[in-house]
């Protein structure tokens, strides 16, 4: 992509909204767009068409689901047209499931803390601009490792499921070797392992590895 990528920010804190902004015109992308409510993000991104849109889960009026319900809204209205990134201030295992799960790329789901590195979220933008998608660390740490009755997964060794929960936040093959230190011969030899013990077969992109590791995560 050679243009800025263009943003729209919904947050109802102004705080931390005008501080995202800055710091997303800083590391070189162009935000079109802000506002406090669902609805007003609705109106901005119809007119705006933003390349992503970054919604808070919780808005006025009820600071209940009111930015899951746009995000849907504009997933079934742009299909592949506008991204969404839904941030979360807690874990919401139930919210980052039902937007990855859904169906088609473009989407995310990270944790409020995780913007304090710039770096690392100006990624996350860019990764599900590119029609893939962003699962917050802490989120797949809780499913990967959350209590139940003993199965496929069990038989993983400690190195696969790391390369499993990178694999779940959405890492490329070389994003894994780098994160790990190891050629990219053995990630893809993880990755083989991983699929034949879980029974699940390998996609042709990553957003359906992710999806089929999730699917697989739900049960």
């Not at 804190?13 to 501080?19: A, Q």
């Not at 504009?74 to 874990?91: D, K, M, T």
């Not at 997964?153 to 780098?178: F, H, K, P, W, Y």
């Not at 990219?184 to 990755?191: D, F, L, M, N, R």
Request: with cysteine; glycine share 8%; charged share 25%.
């Amino acid at each position: 992509m050679t243009q800025a990528l263009r943003v729209v920010l919904a947050d109802d804190s102004v705080l931390l909204r005008e501080g995202l902004a800055r710091l997303l015109i800083e590391a070189g992308f162009d935000v079109v767009g802000q506002c406090g409510t669902a609805e007003d993000l609705l109106t901005i991104v119809r007119a705006t068409r933003p390349d992503v849109a970054v919604v808070d889960i919780r808005m006025p009026p009820t600071h209940s689901n009111e930015g899951l319900v746009a995000a849907d809204a504009i997933r079934a209205e742009y299909s592949g047209g506008v991204a969404v990134l839904v941030l979360s201030q807690y874990v919401e295992t139930e919210f980052a499931l039902r937007l990855v799960t859904d169906g088609g790329g473009g989407v995310g789901y990270l944790l409020k803390d995780r913007v304090a590195d710039v770096r690392e979220f100006a990624e996350s933008l860019r990764r599900v601009a590119r029609g893939g998608s962003v699962i917050d660390p802490e989120v797949v740490a809780l499913l990967v490792n959350r209590r139940r009755a003993r199965g496929p997964l069990d038989e993983l060794t400690d190195r696969e499921r790391e390369v499993l929960a990178l694999m779940a936040e959405g890492r490329s093959n070389q994003a894994i070797c780098e994160r790990l230190f190891v050629t990219p011969k053995t990630v893809e030899a993880h990755i083989a392992s991983i699929f034949s013990k879980l029974e699940l077969l390998p996609a042709p992109d990553d957003h359906r590895r992710v999806l089929a590791v999730l699917a697989y995560l739900r049960k």
